[in-house]
């Protein structure tokens, strides 16, 4: 796979990516989120873990020079270039049940959960393998000392990246989020690329 592929808006895409190759991601217009997870290629039993992430990395705010750690304490992915620094790995894909939830007074959306389980179906993911995502450009500002934690627009402006290169053969979901608070009230595309 060579060339920069385009994610529509609110919408998800899944596809293999080798140990040794980069995944770039780039947001195209700026202030939007795209959720990535990670299984093991040869058994997607073996999943991108937040917990296991920030275990080993000592740290919640992941950019260029972290892994991202597997269930099982394998490195799974590493960032090896970030042009915006502000991710999040709290919060989990936006769903029919948040979109409920946050916003009842908006049409219900299947969100980058149900994008997901679709494009991940063919390699027999179910929706109760979908882990809480890594949300590349998501700003989740935390508050140190209550905890308590907001989801702001996001810092990347347009041509914004993140490149990550794979530790294992992986399968990888990537979406154009379809939250409101989270992408600053509009939905954009997002692109990506593989060398
Ligand atoms: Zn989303």
Same mark, same amino acid.
Do not use: A, I, K
């Given at each position: 796979m060579s060339g920069t592929h385009r994610i529509s808006p609110r919408s998800g895409v899944a596809f293999a990516l080798d140990a040794g190759a980069r995944l770039t991601v780039i947001d $195209?217009? &700026?202030s939007q989120v795209s959720d990535l997870v990670a299984y093991c290629l040869a058994d997607v039993r073996e999943v991108i873990s937040n917990g296991r992430t920030f275990d080993y990395e000592e740290t919640i705010a992941l950019t260029t020079g972290n892994k991202l750690w597997s269930n099982r304490s394998n490195p799974m992915l590493a960032i090896v270039d970030d042009t915006v620094g502000k991710h999040d790995f709290l919060l989990t894909p936006c769903s029919e049940d948040t979109f409920r939830h946050f916003y009842p007074e908006h049409p219900v959306h299947r969100g980058c959960f149900g994008n997901l389980v679709a494009a991940l179906a063919p390699w027999g993911v179910t929706a109760d393998d979908i882990p809480t995502a890594f949300n590349l450009f998501m700003n989740v500002p935390v508050? &140190? $000392?209550? &905890?308590a934690i907001k989801v702001l627009p996001p810092l990347s402006k347009a041509g914004d990246k993140i490149t990550v290169q794979a530790e294992m053969d992986c399968l990888i979901g990537l979406t154009a989020c379809s939250a409101y608070a989270s992408n600053g009230g509009s939905f954009k595309p997002i692109d990506y690329r593989i060398d």
């Open positions: $195209p217009e &700026g508050d &140190g $000392p209550s &905890g």
